[in-house]
T-cell receptor, first 116, second 114 residues
């Protein structure tokens, strides 16, 4: 019974490079979320997606960040032209379809991005 | 003012003590309330989930929600060294399409000493 799977767990990028973080939701879950956790801060909502649709991206930075959840395959969080301030832990979470298990949200183990 | 306020601690207690963790919030639309436990360099692990006001018990953990005071609590009985972690409160008003956009507190760091 696999949980939310994220990869890579650790990623090092030089300033200006691109970072791609992948997330496979729990089996049966149709909602995917991305959160960012900066050092000494709480988790901040970034984006909420369903298959092929971005539902709420109110927490996404206006530039360089994008997310997708294609019909087939994992959800991808893409950060272009990374800067040192992007260094953080990025967590993916998933929840079941509406009305099932109270929309309980489960998190993956995170992807730690370090920009050097 | 943050939507969710949580004392960051650290909170240090002896093994066997009862631990009380709390959060206050300002958004009266919140109706789903959760507590997560997070170990260092790990993902948040769901401990308790409650809807609206009331109490919920699960083993050594009890969650309380008082919507009139905008105040939630997590109690841990008979605390163990393995309970040492950061505890995050989270809450949501729900979302269009059935999703759940969580607003987190900053977390309380708990250490249970032998």
């Amino acid at each position: 019974n696999a949980g939310v799977m994220q990869n890579p767990r650790h990623l090092v990028r030089r300033r200006g490079q691109e970072a791609r973080l992948r997330c496979s939701p729990m089996k049966g879950h149709s909602h995917v979320y991305w959160y960012r956790q900066l050092p000494e801060e709480g988790l901040k909502f970034m984006v909420y997606l369903q298959k092929e649709n971005i539902i709420d991206e109110s927490g996404m930075p206006k530039e360089r960040f994008s997310a997708e959840f294609p019909k087939e395959g994992p959800s991808i969080l893409r950060i272009q032209q990374v800067v040192r301030g992007d260094s953080a832990a990025y967590f993916c979470a998933s929840s079941p379809p509406e009305g099932i298990s109270g929309n309980t949200i489960y998190f993956g183990e995170g992807s730690w991005l370090t920009v050097v | 003012q943050k939507e969710v306020e949580q004392d960051p601690g650290p909170l240090s207690v002896p093994e066997g003590a009862i631990v009380s963790l709390n959060c206050t919030y300002s958004n009266s639309a919140f109706q789903y309330f959760m507590w997560y436990r997070q170990y260092s360099r790990k993902g948040p692990e769901l401990l308790m989930y409650t809807y609206s006001s009331g109490n919920k018990e699960d083993g050594r953990f009890t969650a309380q929600v008082d919507k009139s005071s905008k105040y939630i609590s997590l109690f841990i009985r008979d605390s163990q060294p393995s309970d040492s972690a950061t505890y995050l409160c989270a809450m949501s008003a729900g979302l269009t399409g059935g999703g759940n956009k969580l607003t987190f507190g900053t977390g309380t760091q708990l250490k249970v000493e032998l």
